[in-house]
């Protein structure tokens, strides 16, 4: 019997149910898969358009630094700066300077400089509220050896949003980090954290390089050096003359510098780095306050040469040069020689030194650079010399040079100067001086430790006025050189009338304004002028008295004329800085204006109290390199003697700019403007013109009390030289001038014997005792 079997297997029917649920499964599917990939479309697509921004925005930076560079190219100052960050000063500042040095990129100090050849802009990096553009460029380098050679370095260049485009500037300091401390052997260094990939290897080395430099040099034990890198426009402005401040030196960051392509730092900038150091402990150990001087550059050299940061000078004839210097007949304290030939004079000097007395005599030379320095009193033991002695020998090389130079007799007058709590009367002829006061002194109701910080002759230079600070309080000492009477007063001395029989002082106040005082010498008696007057000036004639005063309303300042004692004052106009004419009929003011306070320069009939304008900053010759005039202000003015000309400093953002007024007969204006003075100059100063108003002088200059300078001009604002120097006082008669520098005081001759005109490279010198400060040249020839 047979079986068969006859399989049939069908699908069971789905159910509905099931259908629905395997159709919802894969819609669901769709769904999330559309919401992942649309999110990712649309980010996609927001990164598309933002990388596009961002390329635009970076076209639009590397635009402003390609146009920065045609206009370097082309020598269109203007152009160049119209690209900077003008709200930042200092920055503008540092760039129109190095545009004018030829070195806007090039940092010449540490041996780099610009080269031709091709730059590349490298990728814009946007941070937050600026853009930064990594720049390749050439330049020529200076190795140890002496050698150049080209390389290509990269500078990070820094813009911020202006207007519709970008402006170059820096940073904010916030975006460099805090700052990181390296502790070695002898130095402190301080950068900022964003460097310290830069920084790591440079520390080590410029320690090691310090160390070595202060055991050759004999450095202080107990003394530690710090070095702060500084990201300022600031600390790269003023590299040239970057020294020790209370043992703190400040250089600017490796990023305002350069780093070489693809590597760390290296050697090139390194060294210069060293240089730098070794220069400012030179200037350290020597107490010398400038750069420029031969022996120090040379010791810095000799120096350098031996660290292996620069190459050893061989000079011939050294033996004989030596010879020459100690003579007598080699002169290499001289300021206006060439540096070239004395730069050469003084490496042979010191390699002489060197080969025959080693590192110790290096350090006596380097000890001997100016009797004021710190080390003078261990040098002239070192020699068994009294220190006196040491500083005559300076001072008679100083009168055997006028007068190989001058080809004129020495200066005449007396002049008081300041030596610390002292007073004394110098004889520029006899080069002999007299003590006339001393402190501290049991007599006086002063505190210990008084210091005499001004003097002032009365105008016929019977009375002598010092004000002495105690403690941050003023005082007035009169000292009558004819009788020795003395007069003391609470305040600080103002001014003189042209009698001599009253003189102003201030009385400041804890408790609210203070008060300017007149005292009357031949009465005793004592005036006080309005509450919170300030700045008072007796007229020429000397019957009238100008001040002003500050209401108590804060409705700014008022001028007030009075009497010669100070009393019957009347207020004449709203306004500041009263000048007198020559003739005492005028004052030259500044008016107070809400809208354009300080803008604008008036003149004040004193009789009739009519006013007129004189001179505005909205007047002043346009300049392609200057800023428009908003903020601009008149901050001095002063009469020449014939009372025709007014000399004005007017200030616009990022530069200080002097302008002389020319009052006609008809007392209608002209403008005639002067060469401008440097952009990056921070402030014009005593502004006076010479007594017989063949000159204008003024001291010009920074912040940086080692970069302030005397401007000598003539009268139509030729200027002649610029002297480093912190004050200066004219004598009586026009020929001399007294200044401060800081070696000391000197007096220099403004006239050289058929020319009339004052010749920078020969200007006579007549050096006067130094740890001294200028007081004021006595009025009346004796």
């Known amino acids: 019997m047979t079986a068969s079997l006859d399989w049939h297997i069908e699908d069971e029917p789905i159910a509905p149910v099931q259908a629905r649920r395997r159709f919802w499964h894969n819609r669901r599917f769709w769904v999330l898969l559309g919401l992942v990939i649309v999110p990712l479309l649309a980010f996609a697509g927001m990164m598309l358009v933002d990388r596009r921004q961002q390329d635009e925005l970076a076209a639009q930076v590397r635009h402003v630094a390609e146009m920065e560079e045609a206009a370097r190219r082309s020598g269109d100052m203007g152009r160049f700066l119209m690209l900077q960050d003008r709200i930042n000063e200092a920055w503008l500042g540092l760039q129109a300077f190095r545009f004018r040095q030829g070195s806007l990129y090039a940092v010449p100090e540490l041996g780099l400089i610009d080269a031709d050849g091709p730059v590349v802009y490298n990728a814009v990096r946007l941070e937050e509220g600026f853009a930064r553009l990594d720049v390749t460029r050439p330049f020529s380098v200076t190795l140890s050896n002496g050698d150049t050679r080209a390389m290509q370095l990269t500078l990070p260049q820094f813009y911020r949003p202006w207007g519709d485009g970008w402006a170059h500037t820096l940073p904010p300091l916030e975006w460099w980090g805090p700052l990181n401390v390296y502790a070695g052997r002898r130095l402190t260094l301080s950068y900022p954290a964003r460097e310290a990939e830069h920084m790591q290897p440079l520390a080590a080395r410029l320690d090691t390089w310090m160390d070595r430099a202060c055991a050759d040099w004999d450095c202080p034990s107990e003394v530690r050096y710090t070095v702060v890198f500084s990201p300022t426009a600031r600390a790269l402005l003023w590299l040239n003359r970057a020294r020790f401040v209370n043992h703190v030196l400040t250089l600017p960051s490796v990023s305002l510098v350069a780093w070489p392509t693809g590597a760390g730092l290296d050697d090139p900038v390194a060294l210069g780095y ?29 120096e350098g040469a031996r660290l292996g940061l620069m190459p050893r000078p061989r000079p011939d004839r050294s033996p004989e040069v030596y010879a020459a210097w100690r003579e007598g007949r080699l002169d290499l304290w001289g300021e206006f020689r060439d540096f070239t030939t004395t730069q050469a004079d003084a490496q042979a000097v010191v390699a002489f030194v060197s080969e025959t007395y080693g590192e110790e005599g290096e350090r006596r030379l380097l000890r001997s650079l100016y009797p004021t320095g710190p080390l003078a009193s261990r040098l002239a033991r070192e020699l068994g010399l009294p220190l006196d002695a040491l500083v005559e020998a300076w001072l008679a090389y100083g009168r055997a040079h006028w007068s190989r130079t001058a080809g004129q007799p020495p200066p005449t007058g007396e002049l ?9 009367l110098y004889d520029l002829a006899s080069g002999m001086a007299r003590e006339i006061v001393q402190m501290p002194r049991s007599d006086l109701p002063w505190p210990a430790f008084p210091k005499i910080v001004s003097a002032a002759w009365s105008p016929k230079g019977v009375w002598l006025a010092l004000t002495v600070r105690t403690w941050g309080d003023d005082a007035v000492l009169l000292k009558n ?23 102003a002082l201030y009385q400041p106040s804890t408790s609210g304004p203070g008060q300017t005082v007149i005292a009357d010498l031949s009465t005793g008696s004592l005036q006080a002028l309005a509450e919170g007057a300030e700045f008072a000036s007796w007229s020429p004639v000397g019957d009238q008295l100008a001040y002003i005063s500050y209401s108590s309303d804060g409705s700014g300042p008022t001028i007030w004329v009075a009497a010669a ?7 004449l106009a709203r306004g500041s800085l009263p000048v007198w004419s020559p003739d005492s009929r005028l004052l030259a003011y500044v008016p107070a204006s809400p809208s354009a306070p300080q803008a604008e320069l ?69 403008y005639r403007a002067s060469p401008r003075l440097w952009m990056e100059t921070d402030w014009i100063a005593r502004l006076s013109w010479s007594p017989d108003g063949r000159y204008l002088a003024a001291i010009v200059g920074s912040y940086d009390p080692y970069a302030q300078v005397l401007w000598l001009a003539d009268a139509y604002g030729r200027a002649y030289v610029n002297l480093t120097a912190s004050d200066y006082r004219w004598s009586p008669d026009g020929r001399w001038l007294a200044v401060q520098q800081e070696a000391g005081p000197a007096v220099f001759s403004v006239d050289l014997p058929g020319t009339g005109q004052i010749d920078p490279l020969l200007l006579p010198v007549w050096r006067l005792p130094p740890r001294c400060a200028l007081g004021d040249w006595h009025p009346q020839p004796r």
């Open 565 to 571: 004692d100070g009393t019957q004052a009347r207020s």
């Open 481 to 503: 050189l004819v009788t020795g009477e003395e007069r003391n007063f609470k305040g600080a001395f103002r001014a003189w009338a042209p009698d001599g029989r009253r003189f």
């Open 602 to 670: 008036a003149l004040l009939e004193v009789s009739t109290g009519v006013t007129r304008a004189l001179f505005s900053t909205s007047d002043l010759p346009p300049a392609p390199d200057l800023l428009p005039a908003w903020g601009a202000a008149v901050l001095e003015a002063s009469w020449s003697p014939d009372g025709k000309t007014l000399a004005v400093v007017a200030h616009r953002p990022g530069s200080s700019q002097m302008n002389l007024v020319t009052l006609a007969a008809d007392e209608s204006t002209q």
């Open 416 to 424: 008081a100067l300041i030596c610390g709590s002292t007073a004394r």
């Open 274 to 302: 060293g240089r730098l150091l070794v220069r400012a402990l030179a200037l350290e150990l020597s107490g010398y306050y400038d750069y420029g001087h031969s022996l120090l550059e040379a010791l810095v050299a000799a």
